[in-house]
Each structure stands twice: as structure tokens, then as C-alpha cells.
């Protein structure tokens, strides 16, 4: 594997399911990100963590919750979602401590809330 | 709060030709800025990347930077049907959080065979 890989690529719940989205990068990155893209918006920064330490939140719902166990993993654990959370999933990763702060995007989950 | 603003088009260019793509920035502190081309139904691919004023070149494709006009720009010679996808600018928030990036909307970038 290559890049940065996400899964599943497609997820369809309903508003009382409990799902989790699952990011791998292995670039040997040090910081890793959710972002979430609907239609006709700007890519919106969901989570920021930077040395497996979470340092941006930008007044997400609780019911996006994420976890970072390790510096090549990073998780979003879904539960109770509105219709209004489909969208595009993206994950990405950069490295912060050498002055590259280049982000490199995983293929990303397209998720339906019915 | 923090802006990048891009002319959402669709911008239709004839094949051969040459594509410029436009964005503004709000944050007289950011340092880097990116462009990133996304393919309907797939994830930003990073294609450039300027840290200086003035041009950078990478084949097909020249960035070009304005700190002072707050200005950052695209363009791709020789315009392929391939490069037929939405370009998205970048930003990122200098000082303490150089980590972030901003986006643009996209201007969706359409070359006619």
C-alpha cells in the first residue's frame, strides 16, 4: 500500500446507525485530518491531529467523534448522523516539523445517510 | 476569517491552449500555497506548490505568486481534454497554525477537443 488509503469507499447508514471510517498513511507523516466535502462548498476542516495529539476541532457535532491511536492511523466514529452529513470523506496527512506542510488526500468515503 | 476566493467558472479552454486559474487570499500571513486538481468523483491530487514570490514552473503547469496583491495563480500550457477537473487553491494560515490549510471553492476547468 501507498499513499494514504481509506475505508470503506462507500457507506450507506441510517440516523441510528453506528459506524466508524478507517485512514491509513504511509508516508511517514506526523499530522493527520478529516475534512468533509458537500456539493457547491469549500473542503471543510473536520479534525486536526498533529503528533497523534488532536489540536483543531472545528465545532464539529459530537456525534463525529475521532480517534488517532497511533501516527499512521486515524478513525471517525459516526453515530446518530443527520441526512445533512452526506458527503465526501476525505482524509489527509502532511508532515509538520520540517517545514513541508504539503497535504496529501486519501481517495476518500462517500457516505449517504438514509 | 479566514478567505480564499476563486472564480467557480466552469472556464472553457480550447485544446492546445493556455488555462489561467485565479485566487485571493484574505490572510496577509500565510506562507504556502497549493493548487490541487480534483477529478469528478475523486480526492484533491496536489499538482503545485509555491513558498516565494514570483513564478514557479513543473512541466505543463507554472504557479505564480503576488504576496502583495495577496494573489496566487495557475496556469497550464498546451491544455489537455485530461486536465478537464476542478482546480482548488490553497492556503495555508501562517504563525502558529501553518499546519491548516484553506480552500477555495474549485473553479471547474472544462478543454474542448
Known amino acids: 500500500e501507498t499513499g494514504v488509503t481509506q475505508t470503506p469507499r462507500h457507506l450507506v447508514m441510517g440516523m441510528t446507525n453506528k459506524k466508524s471510517l478507517k485512514c491509513e498513511q504511509h508516508?511517514?507523516?506526523?499530522?493527520m485530518y478529516w475534512y468533509k466535502q458537500s456539493a457547491k462548498k469549500p473542503l471543510e476542516l473536520m479534525f486536526v491531529y498533529s503528533l497523534e495529539e488532536r489540536v483543531e476541532n472545528n465545532s464539529v457535532p459530537s456525534r463525529f467523534s475521532p480517534e488517532c491511536p497511533n501516527s499512521s492511523h486515524l478513525f471517525l466514529h459516526l453515530h446518530t448522523l443527520q441526512p445533512e452529513d452526506s458527503a465526501l470523506y476525505l482524509c489527509a496527512s502532511s508532515q509538520v516539523r520540517t517545514g513541508i506542510y504539503e497535504q496529501y488526500f486519501g481517495p476518500g468515503t462517500r457516505l449517504t445517510v438514509t | 476569517q479566514k478567505e480564499v476566493e476563486q472564480n467557480s467558472g466552469p472556464l472553457s479552454v480550447p485544446e492546445g491552449a493556455i488555462a489561467s486559474l485565479n485566487c485571493t487570499y484574505s490572510?496577509?500571513?500565510?506562507?504556502?500555497f497549493f493548487w490541487y486538481r480534483q477529478y469528478s468523483g475523486k480526492s484533491p491530487e496536489l499538482i503545485m506548490f509555491?513558498?516565494?514570490?514570483g513564478d514557479k514552473e513543473d512541466g505543463r503547469f507554472t504557479a505564480q505568486l503576488n504576496k502583495a496583491s495577496q494573489y496566487v495563480s495557475l496556469l497550464i500550457r498546451d491544455s489537455q481534454p485530461s486536465d478537464s477537473a476542478t482546480y482548488l487553491c490553497a492556503v495555508n494560515g501562517g504563525g502558529g497554525s501553518n499546519y491548516k490549510l484553506t480552500f477555495g471553492k474549485g473553479t471547474l476547468l472544462t478543454v474542448n477537443p
Open positions: 508516508l511517514g507523516h506526523n499530522a
Open positions: 509555491i513558498y516565494s514570490n
Open positions: 490572510d496577509r500571513g500565510s506562507q504556502s
